[in-house]
């Protein structure tokens, strides 16, 4: 999964000194939304009654399953709330004409629409027959409870004796307009709430309709008083609820091809995008799945405010082009790339459910050395890969690694965020450095080598090994090797003033392994460690000295369990490395 994609391209940009040791706090990048449900198979597609025909096959049935269920948990509490209301107001303003059984039927109504809300509140996933019927008990006993209404104020109104012909023909007029109304309200929230399609909404709405009229006529015909005058009003009665019935078909079709358009934009190629988890300098990071595999992945798009910029749009190709060429276990895997219809350049990461390095530290403070000491002998392997074609990475940092419990294994490290790479090539770097160079500098300051921040474009593999060793010294401390108020105070820092010894903020540092770090933090490069597979072999003969073994790593993620894949839309940054 990719990580912070040039996320501090510039050293005038805004700066914040990194998180120091467990009180600092991780950002959060995601939005809340209900978790995608399962997509229904061929083996357990639902019957034809209990979905919406357009979702069948196309994927679109899994995201309105989730609407569906959000949507109805709202209306349940909302008439629960309205019920509630209604009742407290008839016991204390009504109780003169309102018989037991008004306020009984008021009473059950509030512990149904609450017994709803409750059930669809719960976590568990139901299946789209499932809320059809639930839809069906909810507004089906709202309507019948309408229904109701609608013979006790025509009773009422039929045994009321009013003084003069003009007032008793008012409160016909306005009962029958309280009637009207409050089936309009009904007809026009069911058809713009509850996701539908045109020929669904107007079945239900113009039955609605249909059954308020001529339960009105019926009860005219009975009471010989009301006969005659229902029967003059039903014309308005008809335009009123026909306007709402066509207001609720209009905007259901309206939404529904909405949601439709909006899902299909969603989709790249075989994938459908899920969740977004992150933004950063140039794209954005998404959840996304295989439509024909169902396999979880990351699909990282140029942002919309930078798709017509040529030179965002080279840097990102060149992102992917180059990660595609590393083949490393600890180096993040690219799936597939592509172009959008519209010219949107996109590519597949794997998805890794894990922490990175900067959330690790900040949720659990800073890891022991034997810990630290095997994740760097990772990330020096794939450095090496990297190195040995003549990649630099740039910007190694530790929201770029992350560490996860991957194919059997536990603290698996992967590299992340090749945004910022550059070639050893001297012919390549004219190019390069048009595409890089922003700002000033480009990089991190926390972690950016002093000749990376003197001129970024005249650098070798060192400057990732004295970035590197900055991450040792934060995991091994809580915090960066220099903590100051702006970035060019840090970058001055790296370039002249002495590393803080490691000892004495980590006293369990054993020295052989502070020797390691400090010489990978030299101001000269001459002075470093020559490339990864020497500092990697230098951390080996460390290892022996502060163990840490694959128990040691099981026991830890099990104290400590990740969120499930059903959840990620909750907590992202649990899960992936999103640009922030």
Request: hydrophobic share 45%; aromatic share 8%.
């Amino acid at each position: 999964m990719q990580g912070d994609s040039a996320v501090r391209l510039s050293a005038t940009s805004e700066y914040q000194p990194a998180p120091t040791g467990a009180a600092a706090a991780p950002s959060s990048t995601g939005a809340d939304s209900p978790s995608p449900a399962r997509p229904p198979s061929t083996s357990d597609a639902p019957k034809p009654a209990c979905r919406i025909r357009r979702a069948e096959g196309s994927g679109f049935s899994s995201e309105l399953e989730s609407q569906l269920h959000s949507r109805l948990r709202l209306a349940t509490m909302i008439l629960a709330s309205g019920y509630f209301a209604v009742g407290v107001r008839s016991l204390i303003f009504e109780t003169a004409w309102l018989r037991t059984s008004d306020h009984l039927l008021i009473f059950f109504m509030t512990l149904l629409m609450a017994g709803m809300a409750a059930m669809l509140w719960q976590k568990h996933v139901l299946s789209m027959c499932w809320l059809r019927r639930l839809e069906l008990v909810i507004f089906g006993s709202v309507v019948l409870h309408f229904c109701w209404i609608d013979v006790r104020v025509l009773e009422d109104l039929t045994s009321t004796v009013l003084i003069g012909t003009r007032n008793e023909i008012l409160g016909w007029r306005l009962g029958n307009v309280d009637n009207n109304l409050r089936w309009f309200v009904l007809i026009v929230i069911y058809g713009v709430f509850i996701p539908n399609t045109g020929r669904r909404c107007a079945l239900y709405v113009t039955a609605m309709a249909a059954l308020h009229v001529g339960l009105t006529l019926g009860v005219g015909l009975i009471f010989d008083r009301l006969g005659l005058f229902l029967t003059a009003l039903t014309p308005d009665t008809v335009i009123f609820l026909g306007l709402g019935v066509a207001i609720a078909v209009f905007g259901s079709a309206k939404i529904a091809a909405l949601q439709e358009e909006a899902f299909v934009s969603r989709r790249l190629g075989q994938y459908q995008l899920k969740q977004r988890l992150g933004i950063g300098g140039m794209g954005e990071v998404y959840l996304a799945e295989h439509l024909l595999l169902r396999r979880p992945c990351v699909v990282k798009l140029i942002r919309p405010d930078r798709r017509d910029e040529s030179t965002a749009q080279a840097r990102f190709e060149r992102e992917v082009k180059t990660t595609a060429t590393l083949t490393h276990w600890n180096t993040v895997a690219i799936f597939d790339y592509g172009h959008t219809v519209d010219g949107t350049f996109y590519y597949v990461m794997e998805y890794l459910p894990g922490l990175t390095l900067q959330e690790l530290v900040a949720r659990h403070a800073a890891m022991p050395p034997g810990r630290v000491v095997h994740v760097l002998r990772q990330v020096c392997a794939a450095l090496h890969e990297a190195h040995g074609i003549g990649l630099i990475h740039r910007d190694i940092k530790p929201s770029n690694i992350m560490l996860c419990p991957l194919g059997g294994l536990h603290d698996v490290a992967k590299l992340l965020d090749f945004g910022l790479v550059q070639s050893h090539s001297l012919a390549e770097r004219g190019s390069e450095g048009k595409l890089t160079r922003e700002g000033y500098i480009v990089g991190t300051p926390d972690f950016m080598s002093p000749e990376q921040a003197q001129d970024s474009e005249l650098i070798d593999a060192r400057s990732d090994i004295y970035s590197l060793g900055a991450v040792a010294y934060y995991l091994l401390t809580g915090s960066p090797p220099f903590v100051r108020k702006t970035a060019m105070q840090v970058v001055v820092a790296h370039a002249h003033e002495q590393v803080p010894p490691l000892c004495a903020k980590h006293p369990d540092v054993p020295p052989e392994l502070e020797a390691v770090v400090l010489r990978c933090l030299e101001k000269r490069p001459e002075r470093r460690w020559a490339d990864a597979r020497a500092l990697e072999q230098a951390l080996a003969e460390v290892a022996d000295r502060v163990p840490w073994t694959e128990e040691q790593a099981e026991a830890w993620w099990q104290q400590r369990p990740l969120p499930t894949l059903a959840d990620e839309a909750h907590a992202p940054t649990l899960l992936t490395a999103a640009a922030r």
